[in-house]
């Protein structure tokens, strides 16, 4: 499959050469320890695309403050999910409305450069994931003729090839999707494929066949060795993660021959409202889903019912719950994230507005304690510098704008207090965070500061 460049993108390309010169310098202040990108919903400008508004962060207070020239067109509508490249030098934007991702470099100051627009294989994207040289999308539809959203099908996840150029900073420009056979992405389904001539289509005869599977989340181990992807099946009330190992240029095989993952469903009990296609993961089950910086293992956040689920990543990739398997987080949790240098991770909960904080000891959690955030937290992410801060992105905010709630992170003890004048006011309804770090991180920062 060819890439699809529409017109707005085109002009795009133009307009980021000449403001791609005048932006390169390094940020204001040498403080700046990390550039935050929030993406907001909320449909702006003559082509109703969302915003990306850029935040840095203050590696001494950790006081978040818009960028000069803040915030930026998306480049499409409902923008749901943000990823960076592996080299921190290129953001992926994916907007739900238009099955696209656009692609921006990050200048020196943060700024975003739009380059290129990419349609995915499917339709209504609802989440993205980068891993070295490979970016994974997942769609709430296959592309299928008989598949709208008024007659829905099941989802299926794609995979990128990212192709870094020698320019400076690298236009890190996605390739063509990577062949499954004949089509140019992976379904999701409970009885495998039907040929292997027919990669598309799940097994018509099977138990299950026409089960209708939402994803709605994706994780890729930080070794890149699999992917897990979370799903709903509306059809079945059931919940599910299907993995995938990552093999050479990033072509996928499902796990388990394309079925969910054996050891049952990820959550204990059944969904009982999921909303399709929401800017965030909100009455779903299975709403989030990250892993450790070792990839031993798996955690995947129950809406239902206020869990963390843990699990093991065996030597094939399979899961396996560990002991006890669960434990309690808030109502509604809708975002969680994996410190990648200190065992603590984190979850949001979007009915309580709240961030639960835990330890972790051989995959273990243990709870330290419940923090307040903005009105609903629909993501997370924690500075890629210094591990040091945590933000939060609060979907209704203060009623009228979205939030973004920071917090800096006692990296002895992994408990929360807010950083200087938190909560931030970023654009309506934000869905999405992403961070890179910014230059060298001060050795106050490094050393682990403590609060």
């Known amino acids: 499959m060819r890439m699809k460049f529409n017109k707005s993108s085109q002009l795009l390309l133009v307009s980021a050469a000449s403001l791609l010169v005048a932006g390169l310098v390094t940020a204001c202040g040498t403080l700046t320890v990390d550039f935050v990108f929030v993406a907001s919903s909320k449909a702006a400008g003559a082509n109703s695309y969302g915003e990306i508004d850029v935040e840095e962060i203050n590696s001494e207070s950790g006081y978040i403050r818009h960028i000069p020239t803040s915030p930026f067109p998306s480049g499409g509508r409902n923008p749901v999910a943000e990823a960076v490249s592996s080299d921190d030098t290129n953001l992926y934007v994916v907007n739900q409305d238009d099955n696209s991702i656009v692609q921006f470099i990050i200048g020196n100051d943060g700024k975003l450069y739009p380059q290129n627009t990419t349609n995915t294989p499917g339709v209504y994207p609802v ?85 209708l599977i939402e994803p709605t989340g994706i994780n890729v181990l930080a070794s890149g060795a699999y992917a897990y992807v979370t799903a709903y099946d509306s059809t079945a009330s059931a919940n599910y993660v299907f993995g995938f190992a990552v093999g050479s240029g990033g072509a996928l095989t499902p796990l388990n021959s394309g079925a969910p993952l054996t050891g049952g469903p990820v959550a204990v009990g059944t969904c009982s409202n999921a909303f ?168 106050s920062s490094t050393s682990g500061a403590q609060n």
Request: net charge negative.
């Open 127 to 211: 989440a993205v994931a980068v891993n070295g040289k490979n970016l994974f999308v997942v769609d709430t539809y296959q592309p299928l003729p008989t598949c709208s959203t008024a007659a829905p099908c099941s989802g299926s996840v794609a995979v990128y090839p990212i192709s870094a150029s020698s320019s400076v900073p690298p236009s890190d420009a996605l390739g063509s999707p990577v062949a499954n056979g004949n089509v140019t992405y992976w379904p999701l389904c409970l009885t495998g494929y039907a040929s292997a001539t027919n990669t598309a289509a799940c097994n018509p005869n099977g138990t299950g066949a026409n089960d």
């Open 276 to 443: 399709l296609n929401a800017p965030y993961a909100l009455g779903t089950c299975p709403s989030a889903v990250a892993s450790d910086p070792t990839s031993a293992y798996v955690y995947v956040t129950d809406a239902a019912n206020g869990m963390v689920l843990e699990y093991s990543v065996g030597s094939s990739g399979l899961l396996s719950q560990l002991s006890g398997g669960s434990i309690q987080a808030g109502n509604q949790p809708s975002a969680i994230v994996v410190d990648p240098k200190f065992p603590y991770v984190y979850v949001t909960s979007a009915l309580d507005s709240t961030v639960s904080a835990f330890s972790m000891s051989s995959g273990k959690l243990t709870s330290i304690g419940t923090y307040a955030t903005g009105s609903e937290p629909v993501a997370i992410g924690i500075d890629p510098s210094t591990s040091h801060f945590l933000f939060t992105a609060n979907y209704l905010g203060s009623g009228v704008n979205g939030t973004v709630t920071g917090f800096e992170l006692n990296t002895t003890a992994g408990t929360l207090v807010n950083t200087q004048n938190s909560p931030y006011t970023v654009n309506a309804f934000p869905t999405a965070v992403a961070a890179i770090p910014h230059g060298t991180p001060p050795a």
